[in-house]
């Protein structure tokens, strides 16, 4: 199984409509060039995930032009599309960060809501609304499980997602640069614990004045870093086997030993 990361510049100056053209024709590119079955964009590329005032201003419905471009790019070069996250506008009202996963035939495969929302007392926690679902996505080869960005700080979320099944981490993030080190460890530390492939796509450049983390990195179930990228826009293409969870469960299967229903402690 080949996969292909497009770590986006979300550089100022290019407009939500030439960018969600550029990169539209950038996932047929990559995927045909690559040969990739499954493609990943990282979260919020369309604004930056950092320039609030654009969560409303470019909000859009679920279905709306960001849909329509990724679920195009996804059957025109025929594979799985992590077509990263939008402001998805609710027809009730709330905002959200919602990620979006197409099949090789355009269908969407899931839509998931962030449900970690990065900021404290202000930006997305105070601007959108959190999602509630966990979602897996059961690809051609594997079963992928979703979360997004500030999520990965939230262990229990992902055991989740193990519980549900889930082989493959896919993680969209606009992560900023001066937290690096922790988007490198907490990408490892999710494939480690859980023995997964993390397939954790970042943006690049530099947006609303926070310079971007880039280094989009792919780690395997033992926590070996496959690819990593650099700061600026690049793509990152790797071969998986997914048949390498299981192994590694096998040999070192430390999940079995998770204590389930802990008694709380004595007051
Ligand atoms: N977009 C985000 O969720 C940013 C998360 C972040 O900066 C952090 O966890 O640190």
Same mark, same amino acid.
């Given at each position: 199984? !080949?996969?292909?990361?497009?770590?986006?510049?979300?550089?100022?100056?290019?407009?939500?409509?030439?960018? #969600?053209?550029?990169?539209?024709?950038?996932?047929?590119?990559?995927?045909?060039?690559?040969?990739?079955?499954?493609?990943?964009?990282?979260?919020?590329?369309?604004?930056?995930?950092?320039?609030? @005032?654009?969560?409303?201003?470019?909000? @859009?419905?679920?279905?709306?032009?960001?849909?329509?471009?990724?679920?195009?790019?996804?059957?025109?070069?025929?594979?799985?599309? =992590?077509?990263?996250?939008? &402001?998805? #506008? $609710?027809?009730?009202?709330?905002? %959200?960060?919602?990620?979006?996963?197409?099949?090789?035939?355009?269908?969407?495969?899931?839509?998931?809501?962030?449900?970690? #929302?990065?900021?404290?007392?202000?930006?997305?926690?105070?601007?959108?609304?959190?999602?509630?679902?966990?979602?897996?996505?059961?690809?051609?080869?594997?079963?992928?499980?979703?979360?997004? *960005?500030? $999520?990965?700080?939230?262990?229990?979320?992902? !055991?989740?997602?193990?519980?549900?099944?889930?082989?493959?981490?896919?993680?969209?993030?606009?992560?900023?640069?001066?937290?690096?080190?922790?988007?490198?460890?907490?990408?490892?530390?999710?494939?480690?614990?859980?023995?997964? %492939?993390?397939?954790? *796509?970042?943006?690049?450049?530099? =947006?609303?004045?926070?310079?971007?983390?880039? =280094?989009?990195?792919?780690?395997?179930?033992?926590?070996?870093?496959?690819?990593?990228?650099? $700061?600026?826009?690049?793509?990152?293409?790797?071969?998986?086997?997914?048949?390498?969870?299981?192994?590694? !469960?096998?040999?070192?299967?430390?999940?079995? $030993?998770?204590?389930?229903?802990?008694?709380? &402690?004595?007051?």
């Amino acid at each position: 199984m !080949r996969a292909s990361l497009i770590q986006i510049a979300v550089d100022e100056g290019e407009s939500v409509n030439s960018r #969600r053209t550029r990169v539209s024709s950038l996932v047929r590119e990559v995927a045909e060039r690559e040969g990739s079955g499954l493609v990943v964009l990282p979260e919020l590329w369309t604004t930056g995930a950092f320039a609030y @005032e654009a969560f409303a201003s470019e909000a @859009e419905p679920l279905e709306g032009p960001t849909y329509e471009a990724m679920a195009k790019a996804a059957s025109d070069a025929g594979v799985w599309l =992590h077509a990263g996250s939008i &402001p998805e #506008r $609710d027809p009730d009202g709330p905002l %959200y960060n919602t990620s979006l996963v197409f099949s090789p035939d355009g269908q969407l495969a899931a839509a998931y809501r962030k449900i970690h #929302r990065f900021g404290f007392d202000q930006g997305e926690a105070v601007m959108m609304a959190a999602g509630s679902e966990l979602a897996t996505v059961r690809t051609t080869d594997t079963t992928l499980g979703l979360a997004t *960005c500030y $999520d990965l700080r939230f262990p229990e979320l992902f !055991r989740g997602l193990v519980d549900a099944g889930a082989e493959m981490f896919v993680v969209p993030a606009g992560w900023p640069a001066r937290r690096r080190e922790h988007w490198r460890l907490f990408a490892r530390a999710r494939a480690v614990e859980d023995q997964v %492939y993390v397939l954790a *796509c970042g943006t690049g450049g530099t =947006h609303a004045g926070v310079p971007q983390a880039g =280094h989009s990195v792919v780690v395997d179930p033992w926590g070996e870093v496959l690819a990593e990228a650099g $700061d600026g826009e690049e793509v990152l293409t790797v071969d998986l086997d997914p048949a390498k969870v299981a192994e590694t !469960r096998e040999q070192f299967p430390a999940l079995k $030993d998770r204590l389930l229903g802990l008694a709380a &402690p004595r007051r």
